[in-house]
């Protein structure tokens, strides 16, 4: 067996040489997990599963590391470090590299093994996940909780499906059927519902198992047809059920060391078409036995009560199974390898199916059936004689044990003859054509009651006597030995019986009942006459062997005599230890293959031709210690050699001291109880065992007593121990209270030196405090002065830089006014332009109006006419009026171009609204006053030119009103823009005020001398 060790490797090779599992076993290799910390620890492993190709499985450990393990590729890789424990896993997705993994805090994650990245992240459980189900097609999953089972869709890994029940119910499993879309729910109460996949509608309910044999069902395994349920739990009764019929249709009762059933598995088989035959049953000792659910036999088991199993799967081939170990290793099993020994060789060409009566063989009445080959009929004569050879079976028995008989072509004499020409049988059917030579009858029944008795008082101790290494061997050699000495009490006694059972045991470690029935075969038929002379040796065995000494080699025999060297001595050291100690495992076998092809005499020559194939070195030998090392140890002889030879002694010695006469032919055990074994002298055994059991109460009265004197002197001690101590305590305390005041009054010395210590350091710590005060002082002082100095310097660069800030501000503010005075000497320029170019349209507009006037003095004079020269003096009025007001428009326009302010456009609405208001009312005195004058002119025709000037100079007024007030518009806007900088520039605005009073008078000067000027020419 192959053991490898992951520690921290990532990656790496499953096994450095080919695995070869030995038959017994089947491991291929161990796997452990260890740690490299500075306390080195085994990672346990917690769950395990297959893909669906078989080849590779994944496992995953307590600390939440993942690996996959290639059994093909011969590899292992960490694929994932979850940080938490597993607690279900599954492999077999529809993506063959993801993988879902079960965490500890009750979620579900699918990880991809080959990029070994997150692919989705599932939760909605709110207890622990034990088991993962995936459909047939990878499609859908069914994960179980004890409160809650839920179906998730793996495509878009969303839930569709929740099971709730009542906390009172729970659930123990809900899982697909293989190939099916079939959902088996499994209750605590024993109900088990079947529902269909797409609808959850539910297909049919099993009904509840009798109550001869109820179980609380807690595992459940199903064939990979989905025809056959097997459930089990805390009992050893196993039922399963057929799904199609839907019934309760065997009860399978384990053996009495099955309590109780913890994990369930069907073996595949890749020709049984899915109806599987052989399941796998993990029982609470740790053991996973594997029967046959037809014949109900036991096939093999793996683990063992050291190396338990906590839980196995099966590949879905059928080639591996790995198991997770109790000590939290995994081991990988080669399923082959498990059932080389009970994989037969072909069956026999004709086999009897029926045994018929005697009348019926007598009319010649036979039924035959040919399973391969090609086989005639046997020709019938009057003795009914069949020239094949014909297995007849008991007419009590069924067909459960035909592998345990003798078939046509294993017949003892043909194996003779394959013994003769190879030497030795072949060692894959070796185990076979043993237990066909010996007739084993596999009485499971009477070695389970053997076997339920215990270990046998005698062999308690054994391993003291026999210190074996191997715990297992030693095991199943001392429950062998029990059932030998509880078969038969003389085994108890034996000494030698351990030496004699021990090369059988080691062969047949793994199957115990063959084992057993090995030996106690080999006791009845080879060791016959041997416990005649009990307690001592055998001496007629011994003698039968030294006659055929004496008879082929006297002067070997006479040198023994010369050297007082016994038949005890050279003979029965090789017949008690059937010659485990001089031979090799592989000479001990060819031996034995040819012991148990002859008669029992065949050993007892064994011996004869041991010592004259050896007379060489023994004639040599002179001392007793060389002929008791000679005998128990190994020589360089070929066993072949004394094969040969005790073939030649069994045909040339004489028959009178052969012992072919004095020992009974082979006689098998018989079938269903095991024979009674008597030959040995009664009383002798039953005084040893009295006498063995007077001694062994007395040694137990002894024991008691020297226990209860024990006892007394060990309370005795104990209380002088105690007094001892009490007076050893209370000198201490003697002696440590006189410490104690000692050590007080040098601490009170102390302390006054300490004290007076103190003062001075006190002392001197206030000077050292007032001189550091000073420093303090000087030095805040110091700091403070720097201070303010730095204070005034920032403030004397503040002011430098204030007013370097306000020189440029200054230079700046100058520019601007400069610029400023330019744009109102262009203002200014605009607007005289503008005002004379709106005086002269106004001027002409006078003129016009006084010409319309003269002409309509002079048609007053007309009654008839004066309404229409009063409409056309309204009208020229209006259209006076008019283009004033566009004039007036005209220069407020052209204001607000320049002055873009908000408050200066107010200012100039406002004032067009007031000039507006005062033009019409000027128009309407004017309007009234010419109609007055007209009716006056009308009257008095030549005191018209005082009121033709007034009006004039009246008419006059209106355009110096817009001119006074576009004057004082430009007041304003020059007082509002140089109001911002009236510090700087009063001087400017002084000058301006004035030139603006200049124009403002040059203006009404013009408006005055255009308005005399229609006087004049009135005149």
Known sequence: MQSTDLGNKESGKLWHRKPSP????????????????????????????????GDCLIAGDHQGNIYVFDLYGNRFNLVQRTAQACTALAFNLRRKSEFLVALA??????????????????????????????????????????????????????????????????????????????????FK???????????????????????????????FAVTRDGRILAAGGKSNHLHLWCLEAKQLFRIIQMPTKVRAIRHLEFLPDSFDAGSNQVLGVLSQDGIMRFVNIQTCKLLFEIGSLDEGISSSVISPHGRYIASIMENGSLNIYSVQTLTQEINKPPPPL????????????????????????????????????????????????????????VSDGLNKKRLQILLKGYGEYPMKYRMFIWRSLLQLPENHTAFSSLVDKGVHVAFLNLQKKYPIKSRKLLRVLQRTLSALAHWSAIFSDTP??????????????????????????LI????????????????????????????????LLQHFIDHDITSQLYAWPLLETVFSEVLTREEWLKLFDNVFSNHPSFLLMTVVAYNTCSRAPLLNCSLRDDFEYFFHHRNNLDISVVIREVYHLMDTTPTDIHPNGKLDAFVALTKGQYPVFNQYPKFIVDYQTQERERIRNDELDFLRERQMVEDMQAEVDQQRVEDEAWYQKQELLCKAEETRREMLLQEEEKMVQQRQRLASVKRELRAKEMHLQDATRRRFLKLQQDQREMELRRLNDEIERKVHMRDQEIATTAKDLEMRHLELESQKRLYEKLIEENLAEAEQACLNADWRIQALHKQRCDDLQRNACYQEVAKLLRENRRKETEVLNAMVGEGAKKWEEAQEKDFHLK???????????????????ELDDALEHAEHPYNTVPRCQSGQADSGYVPRTSQLKDSSEVDSSTHISLNQRRVQWDTMEQDLMERVRNLRQRLTAQARNRCRTPHLLAT
């Open 496 to 521: 030698y019986l351990p030496l004699l059972a021990f090369p059988f045991v080691k062969l047949f470690q793994n199957n115990q009942l063959i084992c057993f029935e090995v030996v106690a075969t």
């Open 105 to 186: 805090d009750y979620s579900i994650k699918c990880f991809d093994s080959v990029t070994k990245e997150l692919v989705s992240w599932m939760r909605g459980h709110e207890s622990s996940v034990f088991s993962i189900s995936v459909h047939a097609s990878g499609r859908y999953a069914i994960t179980t909780s004890s409160d809650t089972a839920q179906l998730w869709d793996l495509d878009t890994f969303q839930r569709k499906r929740k099971l709730n029940i009542l906390q009172s119910v729970g659930i123990q499993k809900v899982f697909f059927l293989p190939l099916s879309n079939t959902i088996l729910s499994c």
């Open 189 to 219: 109460d024993n109900s088990i519902f079947a529902w269909e996949c797409d609808t959850l509608s539910c297909k049919y309910q099993l009904p509840a198992p009798p109550e001869s044999s109820s179980v609380l069902y807690k595992v």
């Open 22 to 53: 030995a038959a017994r076993d089947g491991i291929m290799v161990n796997i452990i997990h260890s740690s490299s910390h500075y306390l080195p620890q085994v990672l346990r492993f917690l769950n395990v599963a297959f893909d669906s190709s």
């Open 350 to 405: 004709v086999k009897v199916i029926e045994d018929l009566p005697k009348s019926k063989l007598n009319s010649g009445g036979l039924k035959m059936k040919v399973t391969s080959g090609r086989v005639q009929r046997p020709a019938k004569s009057r003795e009914n004689k069949i020239q094949a050879r014909i297995l007849k079976q008991d007419l009590t028995g069924n067909f459960e044990n035909k592998e345990n008989e």
């Open 911 to 929: 004032s067009e609204k007031k000039a507006s208001a005062l033009s019409d009312a000027s128009r309407k005195w004017f309007l009234e006053k």
């Open 524 to 555: 009845i038929n080879w060791c016959q006459h041997w416990f005649e002379y009990f307690p001592n040796p055998p001496i007629n065995i011994l003698s039968m062997i030294e006659n055929v000494l004496a008879f082929h080699d006297k002067e």
